[in-house]
């Protein structure tokens, strides 16, 4: 049986077809307070279940853990969450503030007895998984869902020296080049950001990174991209957070086409994780 989350109904579904598990239907509902409430359709009972959760909100956060407490007759319980929310709260930025991340973890593995193992995709921080307790962990590497139709001639740029390792997996599976953006301090006032080692001039370039959450990583890039004339430059990542005006911002940046996957199910996420997550819950 896979059980999909508030937030991942179509990964779920994708999931349920790849493994020819069950899809249980959940209803997410509201009481007249405002209070969430879920019901899982059939008592699933001495059964082995895959809870499929993102939670990019606080609202499936709490509907993850209803669902995992209704979940309780189960025989086990796998949980995916393809996008965990607060994992880059990974420590205290400044006195008196939470580590989120740890609180997440910690309340999520407690709220079902027979939790098997959780996977993550694409952590920004792997450590993260050590808080999750009594429970196996692992972090699935959709790196190379990002290659979907690149044709070889491509140029893989990351933004920034985080994301390289992303950039030389994507350039990996494609056949592509590979590169990265580096700043060059020319005087006190004057930095020059630009490819590494290799030019853009008339090259598809296709910028890659773990996630687009405000897009000041990537509208930044594409600026100074352009100062450099490339044929196109066009943006893929695992997680599509685009909180706030960051859609706008990269549009008038000039992007040329934004492609992501569907840990969070926007419109973008024209790419799929799901046979990472149904190769690992097999
Ligand atoms: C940074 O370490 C990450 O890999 C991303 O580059 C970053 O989280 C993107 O955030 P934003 O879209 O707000 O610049």
């Known amino acids: 049986m896979i059980v999909p989350g508030s937030e ?26 405002g209070e969430g409430i879920v019901r899982i359709d059939g008592v699933v009972e001495d059964e082995d279940v895959a809870v499929v959760a993102s939670t990019p909100t606080d609202r499936s956060l709490v509907q993850l853990h209803q669902v995992l407490d ?30 989120s991340a740890r609180v997440v973890a910690r309340t999520t593995s407690a709220t079902v007895a027979r939790l098997n193992e959780i996977y993550t995709v694409n952590l920004h921080e792997e450590g993260v998984l050590d808080w999750f307790t009594d429970v196996e962990t692992r972090d699935l590497d959709a790196s190379t869902v990002l290659a979907d139709d690149l044709v070889g001639d491509e140029l893989v740029l990351a933004p920034d020296t985080g994301a390289k390792g992303l950039a030389e997996k994507v350039a990996g599976e494609a056949g592509c080049s590979w590169d990265y953006l580096e700043k060059t301090r020319l005087s006190g006032d004057e930095v020059e950001v630009k490819p590494k080692n290799l030019s853009v001039e008339d090259r598809d370039a296709v910028v890659v ?30 997680h599509p957070v685009l909180a706030k005006n960051a859609l706008t911002k990269l549009y008038r940046s000039g992007v040329e086409e934004i492609r992501a996957t569907d840990t969070i199910e926007t419109g973008l996420s024209t790419l799929s994780v799901a046979d990472v997550v149904a190769e690992a819950i097999s």
Request: charged share 35%; net charge negative; with cysteine.
């Open 209 to 238: 990174d773990d996630m687009i959450a405000t897009g000041s990583t990537m509208s930044e890039t594409l600026d100074v991209l352009e100062e450099q004339k490339p044929a196109s430059v066009s943006l893929r990542c695992i």
């Open 8 to 33: 991942s109904q179509v990964l779920a579904a994708r999931v349920s077809r790849k493994t020819e598990r069950e899809l249980c239907r959940v209803e997410y509902d509201r009481f007249p307070d």
């Open 70 to 99: 209704a979940l309780e007759k189960a025989d086990s319980v796998t949980l995916v969450i393809p996008y965990m929310g607060y994992s880059r709260q990974d420590k205290r930025f400044e006195d008196g503030q939470p580590v």
